[in-house]
């Protein structure tokens, strides 16, 4: 990413396309002398008079100052002199701002073309345009967010349901941020005491402080264990969880993916083997986004196609966050059956007996034993909305809805928390084993900078560049 602070940016903010209002964001030293360029305000005062955090009625236009021959041209050249648009304006005097710097946003109507000419003005008038993610690179760099609260602004745009925005939002409150470095702090104040050690008496951590250090040490671990456990459940909240629906032909595999998303759009018929392709469809579960994922009846076949698809159900299987194992529960069970039961045995599953409407005659078998089953029917709806709770609960088990929970969804986060627990269970064991304060510290100090990076406390330009480019411009 080029340019520093000192540049003031400018991007359109709103997506591409038309919309009834198009934001352009300015933001930087210069935004309020930028957007007089383009902004003159019904009232007539000049832009740089009106208080912070207030609306403005303008009109835009493209100035004719000779400015413009020399400027750097990003968009095409406005065609017209003249008036833009009407637009409402608002400054926001730093640091009371989203990127904590002078901002301006200027809202017209949301024409491609308008907001195109507002952002060659500010860029000819001295502002340039802003790299993916640099508004919030910029809240950032500028305190006004650290790096966990930043992702946190990517997670709410991209959220796909109501769990993984709550988690976002929490997040980009702080609640991670504050967890970890209530660890990370405790930990520097450890580190703290065994190097004055190290220095001044010159061997080894004296009994009262090797107490003292398991302890701090310790309770830095839990927590960072802690949070890493929620990480399964918090990647499943924040991308949606895989199902896989899995069972033998003609058992109602199709039929059951029809009725979870109330249309028909699997082809259900009598014939075994109708299903060859892997078909994929989200449900929203109570706020948790699910994959529902059907596929090809398991069995020996010798048609091409089937084989075919056999192999992507197999494929599918090895990336399910959970089986919904299928079994025509109206017959007894067939020896493929009892194979894919103890095939799942150790995996997260639920077991269906479809065609319950029929007749019920192998809910007693013993091969079901031990394994978590719901009689349906995917034909009449019965026993539809028990199989949804189950799914959801055995994806979700943890009170994640809990206020006071933190729960961690970015896979950064979850690879720096599992650097710092390996460092402090070092740290912990050479504690143990009388070792050199020198050697505790060393283990103590990558435990504490690991988690500096979730943060942002510890960073590089790697990281940053990184985790802005997913951003779009304008965010
Ligand atoms: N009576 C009854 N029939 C059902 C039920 N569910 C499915 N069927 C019937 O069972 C047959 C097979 O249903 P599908 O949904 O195509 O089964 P499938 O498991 O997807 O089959 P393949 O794609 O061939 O592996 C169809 O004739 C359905 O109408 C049910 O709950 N009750
Ligand atoms: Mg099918």
Same mark, same amino acid.
């Given at each position: 990413m080029h340019g520093g602070l000192e540049d003031t940016i400018c991007a359109i903010a709103t997506p591409a396309g038309e919309g009834g209002i198009g934001i352009v964001r300015l933001s930087g030293p210069q935004a309020l002398v930028v957007a007089s360029q383009v902004v003159r305000l019904r009232s007539g005062h000049p832009l740089s008079s009106v208080s912070s955090h207030s609306l403005h009625l303008a009109d835009l236009v493209i100035p004719a100052s000779g400015k413009r021959e020399e400027a750097r041209v990003v968009h095409k050249r406005p065609p017209v002199s003249g008036l833009l648009d009407e637009a409402l304006v608002v400054y926001m005097k730093a640091p009371r701002s989203f990127t904590a710097e002078d901002v301006v946003e200027i809202q017209s109507h949301g024409g491609a073309l308008v907001l195109g000419m507002v952002c060659t003005v500010c860029i000819e008038s001295g502002a340039r345009m802003a790299e993916p993610g640099e508004f919030t690179k910029r809240a950032f760099l500028n305190g006004r967010l650290d790096l966990s609260q930043a992702e946190a602004v990517l997670d709410t745009i991209r959220a796909t349901s109501s769990a993984g925005l709550n988690i976002a939002q929490r997040q980009l409150r702080g609640d991670l941020a504050r967890e970890v470095e209530q660890a990370r702090t405790s930990l520097l104040t450890v580190l703290a005491h065994v190097e004055a050690g190290i220095d001044f008496v010159g &061997?080894?951590?004296?009994?009262?402080?090797?107490?003292?250090?398991?302890?701090?040490?310790?309770? #830095?671990?839990?927590?960072?264990?802690?949070? &890493?456990?929620?990480?399964? &459940?918090?990647? *499943?909240?924040? /991308? =949606? #969880?895989?199902?896989?629906?899995? =069972?033998?032909?003609?058992? $109602?595999?199709?039929?059951?993916?029809?009725?979870?998303?109330?249309? &028909?759009? #699997? *082809?259900?018929? #009598? *014939?075994? $083997?109708?299903?060859?392709?892997?078909?994929? /469809?989200?449900?929203?579960?109570? $706020?948790?986004?699910?994959r529902l994922i059907d596929t090809a009846g398991l069995r020996e076949t010798e048609d091409i196609v089937e084989q075919e698809g056999i192999k992507r159900t197999r494929a599918a299987q090895d990336e399910a966050d959970l089986l919904l194992v299928v079994m025509d529960g109206s017959v007894p069970l067939t020896s493929d059956d009892r194979e894919l039961l103890s095939a799942v045995r150790n995996l997260k599953h639920v077991v269906v007996l479809n065609k319950a409407d029929l007749a019920d005659t192998v809910e007693t078998d013993s091969a079901l034993v031990g394994h978590r089953v719901y009689a349906i029917s995917a034909k009449t709806g019965l026993g539809v909305e028990m199989v949804k709770s189950a799914l959801r609960a055995q994806l979700v088990s943890r009170g994640f809805e809990a206020a006071e929970s933190v729960t961690v969804t970015n896979v950064r986060h979850r690879d720096a928390l599992r650097r710092a627990g390996e460092s402090l269970g070092q740290a912990l064991e050479s504690v143990q084993c009388g070792m050199a304060g020198e050697l505790v510290s060393i283990d103590v100090r990558a435990a504490a900078d690991a988690l500096g990076e979730i943060t942002g406390a510890i960073t590089t330009d790697e990281i940053l560049g990184r985790i802005f480019s997913e951003f779009c411009i304008g965010k």
């Open positions: &061997e080894d951590i004296s009994f009262l402080q090797r107490d003292e250090l398991v302890r701090i040490v310790g309770a #830095a671990c839990a927590v960072v264990q802690k949070l &890493e456990a929620t990480a399964q &459940e918090g990647r *499943i909240l924040r /991308e =949606g #969880a895989r199902v896989v629906i899995l =069972g033998r032909p003609n058992v $109602g595999k199709s039929s059951l993916l029809n009725r979870l998303l109330r249309e &028909e759009r #699997a *082809i259900v018929t #009598a *014939i075994p $083997g109708t299903t060859r392709d892997v078909i994929e /469809e989200s449900i929203d579960l109570d $706020g948790v986004m699910i």
